[in-house]
């Protein structure tokens, strides 16, 4: 008498079963170099912040990152705003309370990309009491973009965002829109789209296929059972 068809497991699906439990897919790494602010050349000013300049696009001493336009702040823990950062001890203002003219500004980086591959950005928008309001900022990367906000009025809120790339360069940009004094952007992470291992990929295939034999066999049983 065969067992039911539930009972029947074949040794191979078990051993198949075993190996993909092995497998581990890699941990993607942060694409952004820097996404924290942490590496460069920190000078802070008496109030613990460094100015980063105005102007054109041009290099920052930070690693990784370039100005796109306007002004932006250098922020280190321990200022005198009470601003401390999301993830490290450094973070990023998009805006210049000490330029009325200049306000916001903005940084971009440039990564390699693979056309018609998801990304997803995660970032974090800070806001701090010692300049109070709404704090917002524009994301933009391969022709996209979208608006971010802090509502909250204090400390930090993290968002996400994904993109397709549409080309093998891709420039990602955080572009400072609102706030009075302060635009906080720190912990800046960019990953591609997860896809399985080559090894997973044969093994889910090498799966389907028992199955599918599996079930004709026991088709078959039945079959020959019945007649």
């Known amino acids: 008498m065969n067992p039911p068809p539930s009972a029947a497991v074949p040794l191979a699906l078990r051993c198949l079963a075993a190996a993909a439990s092995l497998v581990v897919l890699p941990v993607h790494a942060n694409l952004l170099v820097n996404g924290s602010f942490e590496a460069g050349s920190f000078t802070p000013d008496v109030h613990g912040v460094q100015d980063l300049g105005i102007g054109a696009p041009g290099p ?15 922020v280190g823990n321990g200022n005198t705003y009470g601003i401390a950062a999301s993830d490290g001890v450094r973070s990023m203002s998009l805006y210049d309370p000490f330029r009325p003219l200049v306000r ?5 980086q440039t990564i390699a990309s693979t056309i018609g591959t998801a990304y997803e950005l995660s970032f974090d928008v800070g806001a701090s009491a010692s300049f109070p309001g709404t704090t917002g900022m524009r994301v933009q990367a391969a022709g996209q973009s979208a608006d971010f906000y802090n509502r ?17 360069s891709t420039v990602v940009y955080f572009v400072g829109l609102a706030g009075d004094g302060y635009i906080g952007l720190d912990n800046a992470v960019l990953t591609a789209a997860a896809v399985p291992e ?30």
């Open 60 to 74: 920052l001493p930070l690693a990784g990152w370039t100005l796109f336009v306007g002004d932006v702040f250098w």
């Open 104 to 108: 916001v500004g903005s940084v971009q």
């Open 152 to 168: 909250g009025g204090n400390g930090w809120q993290h968002h996400t965002w994904s993109f397709t790339a549409i080309d093998t």
């Open 198 to 227: 080559p090894a997973t990929a044969a093994l889910l295939s090498a799966g389907l296929g028992l199955a599918l034999l599996r079930r004709r066999s026991v088709a078959g049983q039945a079959d020959g059972a019945t007649s």
